[in-house]
Nanobody
Framework: QLQLKESGGALVQAGGSLRLSCAAS????????IGWVRQAPGKEREVVLC????????NYADSVKDRFTISRDDAQNMVYLQMTDLKPEATAVYYC??????????????????WGKGTLVIVSS
């Protein structure tokens, strides 16, 4: 069973940068579509960035385009989210997500097979 654990969440000022990490264990990440999904207070979960098992960007939130980057290191079983020019609206719990099925290629909530417990990012204005 694949297990995911996020880290790196913090309080940061608007305009700052932060890198989140997701460590996978139990199985290799190879073959999984992976992504970062966030949930802000009082809002539904939103896919931030998602990449396919082959590393192709398949889904992203318009609000993070050109500021956030997702990367994966299958050899190290790690996933990263690099966030720059952070805005207060980025405040949320950020979850690492993994999907094996083809339907999960865009990290659609209904097809995600594995979730981490999340890491909290707070962006102060």
């Amino acid at each position: 069973q694949l297990q995911l654990k996020e880290s790196g969440g913090a309080l940061v000022q608007a305009g700052g940068s932060l890198r989140l990490s997701c460590a996978a264990s139990g199985r290799t990440l190879e073959g999984y579509h992976i992504g970062w999904v966030r949930q802000a207070p009082g809002k539904e979960r939103e896919v931030v960035l998602c990449i396919s098992s082959l590393g192709r960007l398949t889904n992203y939130a318009d609000s993070v385009k050109d500021r956030f980057t997702i990367s994966r290191d299958d050899a190290q079983n790690m996933v990263y989210l690099q966030m720059t020019d952070l805005k207060p609206e980025a405040t949320a719990v950020y979850y690492c997500a993994a999907a094996e099925r083809l339907g999960g290629i865009t990290c659609d909530n209904d097809f995600v097979d594995n979730w981490g417990k999340g890491t909290l990012v707070i962006v102060s204005s």
